[in-house]
Structure formats: C-alpha cells, structure tokens
C-alpha cells in the first residue's frame, strides 16, 4: 500500500524556520521525482522543490536560496527545511511521488501525494 505522509507543519513567525517531513512507504521513493508542493487558499499548487531519481536538487524562484531539500533514505523520509519564512509562504505542503523524470513530469504524472501539512507563517 503505497503512502505518504507530511508532518511538521505549524505557525511560525515571520523570519522563523520550519522543517516539513514526508514518510514515504509501499514504494521505493529513490526510484521516483519527489515534489514538495504548496498550495494557498485561492491560488495554483506551486511546485516548490525536487529531488529526481539521480539526486539533483531544484527549487522554484519563491524559495531558492531559503528552501533546502533532503532525504533519509533509512528513513524513507523526505525534508524540505524553509528558512526566512514570509507570510507568502503560508500554504498546505504537499509530497508527492512520479515515476517519471522530475525535468519532464507534469501534475498528472504525479500518481502518489500525501494528505499536507499546513504551514503558516504571520
């Protein structure tokens, strides 16, 4: 039974840190794009950071520089540590999982997503 799940969401104030964590199980998650969304209330889920199948690392302009993405394969667990956080920022985090190539996966190739974690930052 594939699943993921978020933690590690809370409120933090401007100018704090947070680390949202992602448990990955039924699936070898190394083998897949890994995608750290977010969604805010009225707005398009924004991919924010990746990490593909041979370890390169991207992140989107909103937290390049402030987002650091990183994995504990004994884990099966995936960490996105946000630093500087910005009432932007506020969003439901999401994981998620795609047997394709992160560079050329779109939204519907991403078959597995946890249920997020709500990040909010004032």
């Known amino acids: 039974h594939v699943q993921l799940v978020e933690s590690g969401g809370g409120s933090v104030e401007a100018g704090g840190s947070l680390t949202v964590s992602c448990t990955a199980s039924?699936?070898?998650?190394?083998?897949?794009?890994m995608v750290w969304f977010r969604q805010a209330p009225g707005k398009e889920r924004e991919g924010v950071a990746t990490?593909?199948?041979?370890?390169?690392?991207t992140y989107a302009d909103s937290v390049k520089g402030r987002g650091t993405n990183s994995q504990d394969n004994a884990r099966n667990t995936l960490y996105l540590q946000m630093n500087s956080l910005k009432p932007e920022d506020t969003a439901m985090y999401y994981c998620a999982a795609s047997k394709r190539f992160c560079i050329v996966a779109k939204l519907p190739d991403f078959a597995y997503w946890g249920q997020g974690t709500q990040v909010t930052v004032s």
């Open positions: 990490i593909d199948v041979n370890g390169s690392k």
């Open positions: 039924g699936f070898t998650y190394s083998t897949h794009c």
